[in-house]
């Protein structure tokens, strides 16, 4: 096979990955996109996609990677990240098929414009939470969710509560600032339509002896890199690097709740931008639960035990690709929760699962899942957000973040 | 390249579409090159049109139009063949991957009928049910067919206990060149009744029909399993070790041989300090739990014997897994250490063993390339990694080096391939491994499929099919 041909600066970054894959396939098995009934076409399934790179690239493929066809097929791959685990020639697929989408991403003008202001958007939405839940719900709102970002009209945009989490952080009257320092990135989700949650994290903590602050941040940006919008991602990427390095200067570590924010910092912000402030926030960035963990192991925190009290642990896609699935596991046992684990993708991956294209795909993805989640018929715990959402919606079980069963058995000890 | 073969035609497709749906037809560029190129590293061919059959009667249609009308079809199950089952010829990629449910579960028998399209770990996991499973184990086995283990007979980590795919297969339905549908084999396990045709059939790559549905036998799960590493100071005091533990008949379920290089590579994948030493063996044994410690004592101690540094033996499933998982990475794995790479399928009886192994070290040093050895040495089976790292100048070179290995291992009664077939790679050796016995070989392929339609430079030239 020669290489002959490239195409500007994003394709040749692909070059080196896309010929390390020996087209094993293994990607395929674990692909929750390549296991549905279009996957029978192998240009929709994971091996399929780097074969057509390297057909590409060996003048095999003549179509640009740019064309509709082409970005069809790569539209397939919702980034769930499930094949970095398991390509043994090291393949950073992920990345591969974002750099592919970028290179027509970024001639898509509004799409651009819309992406990379989402996080303001929410922000202005959250300021009016009852006009902007009833505007979204209502056929208007829906129709403009459908034309502007793809969402199909049978999702139930989630809810913006009365108060942000930064909102409320701010106004609360008590605060405890002695003790450990964590700096809380908290991500769009738990900001504006899981505010509860983010509460429950602040107040607990505190009781544990932190003292927490939110320091000025953007959203994680992993939509904009599923998007294809690199530039764009790694500008607010730079934004929240800035912040969080002043934080860990002034002695704090990072504290995050959501998978996507935990990667965004452990992986794609280092991988990307490759400096050494993103290194350090790298390095300092714990999710709660970990903190948890080494508090319940260290003698700080004692878990009440919860032993005969059956829940599924959902295993979500960002929580294998973080590595945190032995760290929750280890911090459930302690607690003595009978725990079953069910490792099935539900589909949604954050934005993907709600698009009007992939909608059916996503229930079909995730069909399995449900099935079994309803068979169980017990209460349900995963760390992704969006996971959670999805469940939920398909399932009508209840689904609460691990912490949260954590949190409710917590004593500290004196 | 002579033209024996007609490219697909407008009007083709028109048929094919009419046949089959036209969701099941697909002349895409990218869908084209996807089907056309397998696990195996050579060049990138093109075929016409992809076709999806969704049965039998499909097949059926589909080679009676193709033989009127000189098309090639090359069958495709997983795509994860090693040693390029592509299509040379262009024509028709016949995708088996929509014919892929279980038909019926013999479980008083102990057998399943399949089509060929279902996926190795899938059929396992659904016979886990019935606690039963279909052993031959290869490393694609979570992504290849049961029609391509057939067409292959592929084998893996388990064959020293449980034997290859064609131990397996009791019969099955197939479809010949011209659409003529037949069932050959039965579903009992003994068989003496002429001609044993369906042996025949299994290991012919696509080149003498299409597998539709296909009856395997089946053996009930091991109620317990454990595996064993032991780490040798000499590739001589591994080799030894393997071959008195096969000697003595020690029911193991596998018996791997890693050499000091290609444990290095596991070692970085997986994040393990393995003990300094120039050979890993990995050896499982399966039964009851008292069984399963007999045998791994009983190997243990021919281990210590013969000088191992040290022996590990795994605690629990998830250690086993992660061991075997890191085992089955091997060959991709080297991909990050050395961008071009040329492995071998070597099979010799096992009192060659250790000169096999000394001699492709010989070898390398020969010609002056890196060479590593991995391979499931309890039934002979050599896998040889040839490392080029970035420099693809050297491929000829080491394919000339594997080429001597080949010719002595054919020499000292050995096979070219073990488990991978032939393919479009190995074809320059057939007349060397099989002598007079390779014009028997092309008189059948000619009396089965005389116009050369099925999988056309696959295992022959085309040139001596149609003379």
Redesign the interface.
């Known amino acids: 096979m020669t290489i002959e041909k490239h195409n500007g600066e994003y394709l040749d970054l692909l070059l080196q990955d896309v010929f390390k894959c020996v087209r094993c396939g293994f990607c395929n098995s674990v692909c929750p996109t390549s296991n549905i009934s279009i996957s029978y076409m192998g240009s929709r399934t994971s091996r399929g996609r780097i074969v057509i790179l390297q057909a590409y690239f060996s003048n095999i493929l003549n179509k640009p990677i740019e064309s509709d066809e082409i970005q069809e097929a790569f539209d397939y791959c919702f980034g769930c990240r499930r094949c970095l685990d398991i390509c043994p020639a090291g393949v950073k697929i992920p990345q591969i098929v974002w750099r592919v989408k970028s290179l027509k991403a970024r001639k898509r003008l509004l799409h651009r414009f819309l992406f990379s202001n989402y996080g303001l958007l929410e922000k202005i939405c959250s300021k009016m939470p009852k006009l902007s839940n009833t505007f979204l719900s209502s056929s208007l709102g829906k129709t403009m969710l459908e034309r502007l970002y793809g969402i199909d009209r049978r999702v139930s945009f989630p809810k913006f509560y009365e108060v942000s989490l930064e909102s409320w952080f701010r106004r609360r009257r008590f605060q405890n600032s002695g003790g450990r320092k964590l700096s809380y990135f908290v991500d769009v989700f738990t900001n504006y339509h899981e505010v509860d949650l983010g509460i429950e994290i602040v107040t607990t903590l505190e009781k544990l002896g932190y003292s927490i602050s939110i320091p000025p941040q953007k959203e994680a940006g992993t939509i904009l890199f599923e998007e294809g919008l690199i530039e764009e991602a790694l500008k607010i990427a730079r934004y929240n690097i800035e912040n969080l390095y002043k934080s860990i200067v002034n002695g704090s570590v990072i504290l995050t709740s959501s998978p996507a924010a935990y990667l965004a910092l452990k992986k794609d912000y280092p991988e990307f931008l490759g400096d050494e402030k993103s290194r350090i926030v790298a390095d300092n960035t714990f999710d709660v639960l970990e903190l948890l963990l080494r508090d319940v192991e260290e003698g700080r925190v004692k878990l009440d035990s919860r032993e005969g009290f059956k829940i599924t642990y959902h295993h979500s896609c960002f929580t294998k690709a973080s590595g945190l699935t032995k760290t929750i596991k280890r911090l459930l046992s302690y607690a003595e929760y009978d725990l079953k684990e069910v490792d099935q993708c539900c589909g949604i991956a954050g934005l993907w699962g709600m698009k009007k294209k992939h909608f059916d795909q996503a229930i079909e993805v995730g069909s399995g899942l449900f099935s079994e989640l309803k068979n169980l018929a017990i209460p349900v715990t995963s760390q992704s957000e969006t996971c959670r959402l999805q469940i939920r919606h398909n399932t009508g079980i209840d689904v609460k973040h691990p912490f949260q069963y954590i949190s409710e058995i917590i004593e500290p000890r004196p | 390249m002579k033209t024996y073969f007609n490219k697909v035609s407008r009007s083709d497709l028109e048929f094919f579409e009419k046949l089959l749906g036209s969701r099941n037809v ?1 002349t ?4 084209l ?3 056309s ?3 195996f ?1 050579g ?2 061919y ?1 075929a016409d049109v ?1 076709l ?1 059959p969704e049965t039998t009667e499909h097949v059926v249609e589909i080679l009676r139009y193709a033989d009127q009308h000189r098309i090639p079809v090359y069958p495709r199950g ?3 063949g090693l040693t390029g089952t592509v299509p040379v010829y262009g024509g028709i990629v016949l ?1 088996m ?2 014919m892929n449910k279980i038909v019926e579960v013999y479980e008083e028998d102990m057998q399943v009928t399949v089509e060929a399209g279902m996926i190795y ?1 899938k059929l396992n996991k659904e016979l886990e049910k019935y606690g039963l499973f279909f052993p031959p184990d290869p ?2 086995g ?2 290849c067919t049961i029609g391509g283990m057939v067409a292959s007979n592929s084998s893996g980590l388990k064959a020293v206990k449980y034997g290859t795919t064609r131990d397996y297969v009791l019969g099955f339905e197939l479809v010949f060149a011209g659409g003529r549908k037949m069932k050959l084999g039965s579903r009992t396990f003994k068989y003496s009744t002429g001609y044993d045709l369906a042996r025949m059939m299994i290991g012919s790559q696509g080149t003498l029909g299409v597998f539709t549905e296909i009856t395997l036998r089946l053996r009930k799960l091991p109620q317990d399993f454990k595996t064993a590493l032991a780490f040798f100071p000499t590739v001589e005091s591994a080799v030894k070790s393997i071959c008195k533990i096969v000697r003595t008949g020690l029911d193991v379920a596998a018996l791997e041989f890693v050499d000091e290089p290609l444990i290095k590579n596991i070692s970085e ?1 997986k994040k393990i300090s393995f003990p300094e030493s120039k050979a890993m063996v990995l050896v499982e044994a399966h039964g009851s739990a008292r069984y399963v410690e007999d045998v791994l004592e009983g190997c243990c101690n021919i281990f210590r014997e013969n000088d191992a540094v040290d022996i590990w033996i795994t605690r629990d499933r998830e250690e086993r897994e992660f061991f075997w998982s890191a085992r089955r ?5 080297s ?2 250490h050395s ?1 071009y790479l040329v492995i071998s399928d070597l099979v010799v009886p096992i009192s060659k063993l250790l000169e096999a192994v000394l001699k492709t070290y010989a070898i390398a040093e020969k010609y002056k390339i890196k060479a590593s050895v991995i391979g499931h040495f309890g039934d002979g089976n050599i896998h040889v990694h040839w490392f080029l790292g970035d420099n693809r100048e050297l491929l000829p070179i080491a394919h000339k080096a594997n080429d001597e290995l080949a010719e002595w291992v054919i020499d000292v009664g050995g096979a070219v391939s073990g488990e991978h077939g032939i393919g479009t790679e190995k074809k320059k050796f057939m007349k060397l491994q099989h002598g007079e016995a390779y014009d028997l070989m092309l008189q059948i392929k000619r009396l089965l499929d005389p116009k050369c339609i099925l999988s056309p430079g696959v295992i022959f030239d085309v040139d001596e099919v149609i003379q």
């Open positions: 697909s895409s560029e990218e869908e090159v996807v089907n190129i397998d696990a590293q060049d990138f093109r992809v999806w997983g795509g994860t995708s991957l929509k770990e490393s694609s979570s992504v994948y990475s091997v060959y991709p794995v991909l990050r961008r």
